[in-house]
DNA sequence: GAGACGTGGGG
DNA sequence: TCCCCAAGTCT
């Protein structure tokens, strides 16, 4: 740690601090799904599908999932397309992907019991330094640091660390920071007190200071800070991607879905068939053909779609088209029927095309 | 260390 | 419309 932080903390109430936050805590904590006990696997699950997600997007997929996967011997146990369908809607999913694995390393490695030792813990796929002590502090009670975005904001005001925020090496000194702080009667609930707190009063735009448990302790608020606070460097601008998306018909009344690569953006989900739109060049009809190994007669456009990622933009023509061939040319391709298709896994992208596709034949 | 990796909600 | 997010991890 360094001496400006050293400074900072020699005259900071730690005990005030952890009694006030957790107290807080005791009371206001909201009745969440995976806060009915600290099940290791329930804990662990929870981390996974709140990262970089709110807590009203995840409580709907995290009672499917528990459901359809009670244990971690049935997420071992079961297809990855059944996982990725799971987690249909919720984004990243190589989260989805990298959590069976992990469930599969459980089962091979710790006897199907998560492991409880930092070390071990740490080096399951998809479980990085924030998860790791989030699981070890809330599900075995370890007094380790769990930095997410919200104990970054709130120490930062708190303790008005001027670190850019958005810098991986800034995530060290609050991990150095919450070890000096953390209280070792309740680690569980200093970490999601800090979390919870970052959630309800302490948030990015408009933090409700007068509400806070804490207020007495923050340097922010004592000297006006709170708004510029935490420095936070801005994101770089999306590229666009034009795409033709074609919902290919046969004779069967079958349509035509591939299967994304196992790697990359949205791998192992289906999808229509997209044709990159580049700066001219051949026609669609000739494109697509030469790209799919199928010949077509694509009919007019039948909507446009734009889908925005983190880190780039999809521009989207939809057409509808027929085909005489009955059997795709390759094998990750397959004509399906519209039940066929409610089976399998698809990015919401091309859920929202799914009402273009044509009704007859 | 920078970039890839989803989605839906809010101002 | 646009920008910023929201309990990060992997390469």
Known sequence: MSQMQENKLSTFDISGFQGDL??????????????????????????????????????????????????????ADAD??????????????????????AAREVVALHEGKMPSVPKLL??????????????????FGQPEPAVDGNVMRVLSRILEIDEDIALPK????????????????????????????????????????LFCPVQQHCRAFHTGRQLELPVKSKAK???TIRYAALLIHNS????????????????????????EMGVKGET?????????????????KAGVLKHVFTHLIWEIDIFNAITTVAEPASER??????????ERPFPVSHQKMMPYLSREQ
């Open 22 to 75: 957790i107290g807080w805590y005791s009371n206001e904590k909201r009745d969440l799904p995976w806060r009915l006990n600290r099940d290791p696997y329930r804990v662990w699950i929870s981390e996974i599908m709140l990262q970089q997600t709110r807590v009203d997007t995840v409580i709907p997929f995290y009672n499917r999932f528990m459901e359809k996967f009670p244990t971690i011997q049935a997420l």
């Open 80 to 101: 990855e397309q059944e996982v990725l369908k799971a987690w249909e809607g919720l984004g990243y999913y190589s989260r989805a992907r990298n959590l069976q694995t």
């Open 122 to 139: 740490g080096a399951l796929k998809g479980i990085g330094p924030y998860t790791k002590g989030a699981i070890l502090s809330i599900a």
């Open 170 to 209: 800034t995530r060290k000194t609050f991990e150095a920071l919450v070890r000096a702080l953390i209280s070792h009667e309740d680690p569980s609930s200093f970490n999601q007190g800090l979390m919870e707190l970052g959630a309800l009063i302490c948030t990015p735009q408009s933090p409700m200071c």
């Open 237 to 239: 601008k999306k590229k």
């Open 252 to 275: 069967d009344g079958k349509v035509l879905i591939e299967k994304r690569p196992q790697t990359g953006l949205l791998a192992g989900l289906w999808q229509f068939p997209m044709i």
């Open 284 to 300: 669609l009809e000739g494109k697509a053909a030469k790209e799919l190994g199928i010949g077509l007669e694509v009919g007019d």
């Open 333 to 342: 391709m397959r004509f399906v029927t519209m039940e066929e298709m409610e």
